[in-house]
């Protein structure tokens, strides 16, 4: 009985340790084989030390460094999960050099306890390094308020160290410990020890230069940990702007777009201005702005920011936990602009219903959330208009003979967050229709949404094998836009016809009068398809199986066979507003009246005193 026990045990606690997600995401493929090098290269170092075998030290030791160079990220963090982490691994290797040099010289333990000291001293002065570079980052880049477009002599903020000198910290600095461990193991067959001790003078001299420097640094920016004095400089400025107007915006760098998509027409309107971000990395990730913007990350400092008192409207892009904070802020009337009108759910979010106002660019808009019914007054909508299409074009520089093919957009909309949500055509009908595309000889435009693959493999995989057929297709200049240039109003201006599904996109590009295609992934009949998504209404639409493109693509190209091009007409008017007034004029105006609102209730609750009006 005793002895199956012990039989079963081992057995067991191997699958147990195999289970263990560390253990188990180092098997495998590439990865896999950089971690068994890796691993093995440090007992097989320890065993050419104590044999002592000089030239196979020699050998070994570069194909460890070149290990560790070429080991993937997730292997790294799974060997440090099994607390097989860097220090400890090159910590192994440096300990073999030492082991090395006492076996070579036994009687003359200069050189290896000199090594010894000199590692020693090195690790010692990395954690004083690590420690300096990440308090003068914290100093400088992640004070409590960050800012751009704001002057703010009074904090005396001194100019950033090198990036080099904050970045390279903690586990990077122990490649330097090369300098002593690569000329020890090198010149340990010929008894050369003090060319190791040479090179952990070499490191000790580099990681002592990088600590003064870094305290120079520390010294002339300690007052900037004084987070009061931080925050009422940038306070002051603020109220000394006297913003009547804030765009407020939270969330992932990937959905920085929707901000910036406001930028322009907020620095074209007269109310003062000023853009509130809640998420440090968006201050750098947010477009190109002449507007004061200010990034608060803690929720306690911005409801304690006294300089947004004054303010009377907020403007809120998206949807998201975090607009708490500002809705919270009395006398503030809150005002959600989108980021774009869709058919999509997320036009007709029920979260909405938390607004003051709900602003939309046309008719349709307001329709929409009447079908929805989620809580949204009627009262509660504004048709503004989209300002920001004054730049799409009606024509393209293939109608103006410009070009010499005709241009096709396509601009597939991201997964959603769910399946439920799954308008997407780049998984379902994706390639294909670039495929499709590329056989009739027509330039290809792809820009995908900003968030596309964010959740689906699937669909990064799709998105994969788009760019790849693109880049391949030899003879047109086809163009794959991932990053912020060219804007999507850009590529409007450049296409011909669009291809996309339902999503803002299709709304904004019925500015430009130009023809559309819109995806029909799931199928439907078309008089469904069109009443269920109205955006669709002047639409092309194209099938799962896209037999409707080459018929589609053929009208185009024929005059006065575009039968949808008076749909299109009389959709813009219903989805985007009317174009007159000016739809800049219409949204300050909208703007102005949600203003007079908040002074209005302000007064009711006695906080007039605050008011901009009452500050002149």
Known sequence: MGGNIKGRSAPNTLVALARRPALRNLAGGRRGAFTALTLASYPALLAAAV???????????????????????????????????????????????????????????????????????????????????????????????????????????????????????????????????????????????????????????????????????????????????????????????????VMYFSGPVTAVYQATMWLGTLERITPRTLVVLRDRPLATALGTTTLPVVCIPSSVDLMNFRALDGVRV??????????????????????????????????????????????????????????????????????????????????????????????????????????????????????????????????????????????????????????????????MSHVVVTGRKPSLYECFNEADVLVSDISSVVSDFVASGKPYVVANVAGLPADRFRERYPAAGAAYLLGPDLAELPDILRRLDVPGEDDMAAARRALRAYLLGADHPDPLARFEEAVRRAAARAEARARSLGLEALAPSARD
């Open 51 to 245: 044999w002592p075998l000089p030239a196979t030290f020699a050998v070994l030791v570069p194909l460890s460094y070149a290990a560790e160079a070429a080991l993937p990220g997730r292997a790294a963090g799974a060997l440090s999960r099994a607390h097989l982490g860097a220090t400890v691994r090159f910590l192994s290797r440096e300990t073999a050099a030492v082991v090395l040099l006492a076996r070579l010289a036994p009687g003359r333990p200069l050189w290896f306890a000199a090594l010894a000291a000199g590692l020693f001293l090195f690790h010692g002065l990395r954690a004083v390094q690590t420690w300096l570079a990440e308090h003068v980052d914290r100093r400088h880049n992640q004070m409590p308020v960050v800012t751009r477009n704001i002057e703010l002599p009074a904090l005396r903020i001194p100019p950033a160290p090198p990036r080099a000198l904050l970045t390279w910290r903690g586990a990077r600095l122990l490649h330097l410990d090369a300098l002593a461990v690569v000329p020890a193991a090198a010149t340990a067959p010929l008894g050369l020890g003090w060319t190791g001790v040479a090179g952990a003078v070499a490191a000790l001299v580099l990681e002592i230069t990088a600590v003064v420097a870094l305290l120079a640094h520390a010294r002339r920016a300690r007052h900037l940990g004084d987070r009061r004095r931080v925050l009422a400089a940038v306070d002051d400025w603020v109220a000394a702007y006297r913003p009547e107007v």
């Open 314 to 475: 907020a403007l809120f892009p998206a949807n998201v936990g975090n607009n708490i904070h500002m809705l919270r802020v009395p006398g503030v009337r809150s005002v959600f602009i989108g980021h774009g009108d869709s058919d999509k759910e997320a036009s007709f979010n029920p979260y909405t219903k938390v607004y003051d106002e709900v602003w939309v660019a046309g008719p349709a808009g307001r329709d929409r959330y009447l079908r929805a019914q989620v809580g949204v007054r009627d009262e509660a909508v504004e048709e503004v208009g989209r300002p920001q299409l004054a730049e799409v074009s009606r024509t393209s520089p293939y109608a103006e003979g410009a070009a010499p093919h005709r241009t096709v957009l396509y601009a597939p909309t991201w997964e959603g967050w769910s399946d439920d949500l799954f308008h997407s055509s780049l998984v379902a009908m994706g390639p294909a229709i670039v495929r499709a595309l590329l056989d009739r000889r027509v330039r290809v435009i792809y820009k995908p949404h900003p968030l596309t693959g964010h959740r689906s493999p699937a669909a990064r995989a799709a998105h994969r094998k788009i760019t790849a057929l693109l880049q391949e297709s030899a003879g």
